[in-house]
């Protein structure tokens, strides 16, 4: 019992250790992009946050494989930021989601959020497969772009969507266009697989879309963004429809694992970690 208690304690020592290297990497990155990330939303512990999710969801690469889906994901975040809170009509909303969706075209960037898009897709062009690619990638960023979109309007507007819209709206989470990043910046197998990949990603993305507004409920209230809790639902019909969602997940992620192991992983561990991280107990038993 000993041994493995000191094997098992190395190990999330090593894996925290390349959470703490993979934070210093967003901190530095977003120093280069001034005014996307002011403090009040992005302080120092959301960076290792973001980069424990992607170290405990994949120990086995090192940093600088990381490096896109750290990034990709802290992009998502100012993005969602700019919408949620920045933008003030229908219009700004369009042209930044427009100005995103042009330099995925290839146009130059036009401001700090588009810049490190554009710096995001020149790190993907390393990887000689991204040509063929671009579409997907183009068609998944389109894809979350409008589903935040939407939730700003429905906020906006008042509306108070159903739990199933809100659920099948969990693009504006965002967590499926990190995967792809990743996987198409890390992962050979993946890059092949994308299409099969594609429908078990938005699955776990809808868990973690409430699951996200289930930890971030007060602080959403005080902003003023949209949550899942402020719709006509109560905490356990969020909690039953989320055992649910995990339950459909871990049906699309077990034919994974017999033909590759650690995208499999990958997308378990997420649910797993993010699920402990934000202490919501009692969904996965």
Known sequence: MAGDELGEASELG??????????RDLRRC???YGGLFPRAAFDPDLYHALCLTSAFS??????????VANRAALWVRAVGWQVDHAATTREEVEELAGDCLAVAD???PRGPATRFLADLCDELATVKEFEELRGAWREQLERMLAAMGRVWAWREAGAVPSLERYVENADSHGSS???LSHWIYADPWARGHLGVLGPVSRQVQRYLHLLGDLASYRRDVSWGAL?????DVSHGDVTDRMTVLAGQAAGLIGPLREVSPLTAA????????????HGISGLLA
């Open 227 to 231: 949550n899942v809790l402020m719709l």
């Open 177 to 179: 266009f990190v995967d």
């Open 58 to 67: 994949s120990p086995w690469s090192a940093a600088e494989r990381l490096r």
């Open 106 to 108: 290839g146009a130059g």
């Open 266 to 277: 990958y997308l378990r561990r997420q649910i797993g970690f993010s699920t402990g991280f």
């Open 30 to 32: 977003a120093e280069l």
């Open 14 to 23: 090593r894996v925290c250790a390349l959470a703490a290297e993979c934070a």
